[in-house]
């Protein structure tokens, strides 16, 4: 089980949350525009790196908040995003 913490509400444990992927994915401009090809490609593929990932996760049973966390993809450490995203 992993602790998560909101910055709102502190640790609190994974069942609370839904992960939203990773913070970096952007979505397409005009989806109207968009393949299909490279809309799938938007929704379903991620880089999945190995090691540190930063990534959106949703406090969806607890304040609703969401937030970024760095999280280890191996160990699963997990830690404050170490530097706000834009």
């Not at 970096?24 to 540190?52: E, F, I």
Request: hydrophobic content about 35%; some cysteine.
């Amino acid at each position: 089980m992993l602790l998560i913490p909101c910055p709102w509400c502190g640790q609190r444990n994974e069942d609370e949350f839904m992960c939203g992927g990773e913070s970096a994915r952007v979505r397409p401009d005009d989806p109207a525009s968009t393949t299909d090809a490279q809309w799938s490609d938007y929704l379903y593929n991620s880089t999945n790196h190995k090691g540190v990932v930063r990534e959106w996760w949703w406090h969806v049973n607890g304040c609703t908040k969401w937030f970024v966390i760095d999280r280890d993809t191996v160990t699963h450490a997990i830690q404050p995003a170490s530097e706000e995203i834009s």
